[in-house]
């Protein structure tokens, strides 16, 4: 595979038959891994719209020196986007579905609600994740969500998390203040001491927030990339 380049690697359809598309982009054989996430929950663009900005700079070569190969899934939760609903087509939540010790097969959150967790690990889409972090074994994971306009961590993080949240201007939280059972930052962060960040970003209402909330995570991405943070 040639260097400096995205390739599409892996894609797998959802149970209502869209692609769930899985990026590499590789800046050398021996550096380690950082996945890029977005759209867990499907009424979350704002994640994958970030992802598929990053991408647009990667491609023309703007987005500076990488330090890290990276594993970019855009959008983890299409059918959710296609229904504009937070849990997936089964309608489960799929970060709330991974098989951790704190599992609860029901999810709660001020948000949005109760909210089905499924059975720990059913739904492809998570299958997907557990399989890819297995394989990649990543050094770190940035997860996209909003709208809590701040930023969180799992596992061995903090100091990331905060100049993440120094940079954007987010508030930095130890968690975000309900129980997150079963959630990918438990299973990842927690439970395989994963460094990882989840990123809430402030809720886009128009494209012109997307834009602007881009400028605001584009300097926290490319520091995280680069290797600076
Ligand atoms: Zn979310």
């Given at each position: 595979?040639?260097?400096?380049?995205?390739?599409?690697?892996?894609?797998?359809?959802?149970?209502?038959?869209?692609?769930?598309?899985?990026?590499?982009?590789?800046?050398?054989?021996?550096?380690?891994?950082?996945?890029?996430?977005?759209?867990?929950?499907?009424?979350?663009?704002?994640?994958?719209?970030?992802?598929?900005?990053?991408?647009?700079?990667?491609?023309?070569?703007?987005?500076g020196e990488i330090?890290?190969?990276?594993?970019?899934?855009?959008?983890?939760?299409?059918?959710g986007k296609e229904?504009?609903?937070?849990?997936?087509?089964?309608?489960?939540?799929?970060?709330?579905?991974?098989?951790?010790?704190?599992?609860?097969?029901?999810?709660?959150?001020?948000?949005?609600?109760?909210?089905?967790?499924?059975?720990?690990?059913?739904?492809?889409?998570?299958?997907?994740?557990?399989?890819?972090?297995?394989?990649?074994?990543?050094?770190?994971?940035?997860?996209?969500?909003?709208?809590?306009?701040?930023?969180?961590?799992?596992?061995?993080?903090?100091?990331?998390?905060?100049?993440?949240?120094?940079?954007?201007?987010?508030?930095?939280?130890?968690?975000?203040?309900?129980?997150?059972?079963?959630?990918?930052?438990?299973?990842?962060?927690?439970?395989?001491?994963?460094?990882?960040?989840?990123?809430?970003?402030?809720?886009?209402?128009?494209?012109?927030?997307?834009?602007?909330?881009?400028?605001?995570?584009?300097?926290?991405?490319?520091?995280?990339?680069?290797?600076?943070?």
């Open positions: 595979m040639l260097p400096n380049v995205l390739n599409k690697v892996k894609s797998l359809n959802s149970p209502r038959g869209h692609e769930i598309a899985v990026w590499e982009y590789l800046a050398g054989e021996e550096n380690a891994w950082l996945f890029l996430l977005g759209r867990f929950h499907g009424d979350e663009p704002e994640g994958e719209y970030l992802i598929r900005r990053l991408m647009e700079e990667l491609r023309a070569g703007t987005a330090l890290y190969n990276l594993l970019l899934v855009p959008c983890l939760n299409p059918d229904l504009n609903t937070r849990e997936n087509a089964n309608k489960i939540d799929l970060n709330r579905n991974y098989p951790t010790a704190n599992f609860s097969p029901e999810s709660v959150n001020p948000h949005s609600g109760k909210a089905s967790a499924g059975k720990p690990g059913s739904e492809i889409e998570t299958q997907l994740m557990m399989a890819l972090t297995a394989l990649y074994e990543p050094a770190r994971i940035l997860s996209i969500h909003s709208d809590l306009h701040l930023v969180d961590y799992d596992g061995p993080a903090h100091d990331w998390a905060a100049e993440i949240a120094k940079l954007t201007g987010y508030k930095l939280v130890e968690n975000v203040g309900y129980p997150c059972t079963g959630s990918f930052g438990t299973w990842a962060g927690v439970e395989r001491q994963i460094p990882l960040v989840t990123l809430e970003t402030p809720g886009a209402r128009s494209d012109e927030d997307l834009a602007r909330i881009w400028e605001e995570v584009r300097p926290a991405l490319l520091a995280t990339l680069s290797g600076k943070i």
